[in-house]
Nanobody, 115 residues
Framework: QVDLVESGGGSVQPGGSLTLSCAAS????????MAWSRQAPGKQRELVAS???????TYADSVKGRFTISRDAAANTVYLRMDNLSPEDTATYYC?????????WGQGTQVTVFS
């Protein structure tokens, strides 16, 4: 059984910061990669940032330079540091892990940036 639990969402003013956490029930390095995705109402879920087992990072162009994905092996936790937030970042953020072709999803945490 693989469980991913997000936390850290909330509401902030434009320009504010939040850090999201994704706690895994097992060793995060068992995943080929882990990622943060987000979904706004009426839109498809989109990849925000990812980190693979070798430490390679990817970011969506819309968040590059503002968001940072990182991991803590001892805590089996992946983080998403979000700085300089804008209203367009408002969405439900989901943690995702991948083992081969299988995807594992957290339940999501809401991020709201006031407009």
């Amino acid at each position: 059984q693989v469980d991913l639990v997000e936390s850290g969402g909330g509401s902030v003013q434009p320009g504010g910061s939040l850090t999201l956490s994704c706690a895994a029930s097992g060793n995060i390095f068992e995943f080929n990669d882990m990622a943060w995705s987000r979904q706004a109402p009426g839109k498809q879920r989109e990849l925000v940032a990812s980190i693979n087992v070798g430490g390679r990072l990817t970011y969506a162009d819309s968040v590059k330079g503002r968001f940072t994905i990182s991991r803590d092996a001892a805590a089996n936790t992946v983080y998403l540091r979000m700085d300089n937030l804008s209203p367009e970042d408002t969405a439900t953020y989901y943690c995702r892990g991948r083992i081969l072709s299988r995807l594992y999803w957290g339940q999501g945490t809401q991020v709201t940036v006031f407009s």
